[in-house]
């Protein structure tokens, strides 16, 4: 069974600091698909990333980085410089055995970026 | 329409009344799933459609959940004998992706609608 862990509720920052966002997962397959997708007040669900168990590179885009580590399942998100904007709830997923059937997400964690 | 399409964006029922949701996917995508979100919780699955394949109901929590997809296309997600604790946001998401591995575009495989929220007083 897969299972996402994100152990931060709510995390509080101020505009500019850098913050970090954590997910672990568990999974039993060895081809399986990393995502992050952000909530923000609107209510849709606007994805970020999309990353394969192939693929342990980190990425960066813009003020967004993801580092993946197999070794300790985690595939934690990082905002440099921080804005009021980026206030949302972010999910972690994780869809095993490279099909999009189901994704099991993450039970997200609430940033708020103080001005 | 060029996104997930759902219907209607709030709903107010009294408890024991039966609620339908709407979801109108995004032309083409075969697949389509139902989410829910409860306050201050994460997504949780409720069912998924792909083409004409029996649907995969492993995710509604009791027999008062159903889901039908008619033609290939919009779904309707009904709950009869609403309770309280089925106050949450109801998310629907399509995709073009399945059943086929994904490609090696980085693009999303699930396109959210924006949500129903369902409150039963």
């Known amino acids: 069974a897969q299972k996402v862990t994100q152990a931060q509720t709510e995390i509080s920052v101020v505009e500019k600091e850098d913050v970090t966002l954590d997910c672990v997962y568990e999974?039993?397959?060895?081809?399986?698909?990393l995502f992050w997708y952000k909530q923000p007040p609107s209510g849709e669900l606007v994805f970020l990333i999309r990353r394969n168990s192939f693929d342990e590179q980190n990425e960066i885009s813009g003020r967004y980085s993801w580092n993946f580590q197999k070794s300790t399942s985690s595939f934690n998100f990082t905002i440099t410089a921080s804005q009021v904007v980026d206030s949302a709830v972010y999910f972690c997923?994780?869809?095993?055995?490279?099909?999009?059937?189901?994704?099991?997400f993450g039970s997200g964690t609430q940033l708020t970026v103080l001005p | 329409g060029a996104g997930v399409s759902q219907s209607p964006s709030n709903k107010v029922t009294e408890k024991g009344k039966d609620v339908e949701l709407r979801c109108d996917p995004i032309?083409?995508?075969?697949?389509l799933y139902w989410y829910r979100q409860s306050l201050g919780q994460g997504l949780e699955f409720l069912i998924y459609f792909q083409g004409n394949s029996a649907p995969d109901k492993s995710g509604l929590p009791s027999d008062r959940f159903s889901a039908e997809r008619t033609g290939g296309s919009v779904s309707t997600l009904t709950i009869q004998r609403t309770q309280q604790e089925d106050s949450a946001v109801y998310l629907c998401?399509?995709?073009?992706?399945?059943?086929?591995?994904?490609?090696?575009?980085?693009?999303?495989?699930?396109?959210f609608g924006n949500g129903t929220r369902l409150t039963v007083t």
């Open positions: 032309s083409g995508h075969t697949a």
């Open positions: 998401a399509s995709s073009a992706n399945l059943p086929v591995p994904w490609t090696g575009i980085n693009d999303s495989p699930l396109h």
């Open positions: 997923a994780l869809s095993e055995g490279g099909s999009a059937r189901q994704l099991t």
């Open positions: 999974t039993r397959d060895t081809t399986y698909y």
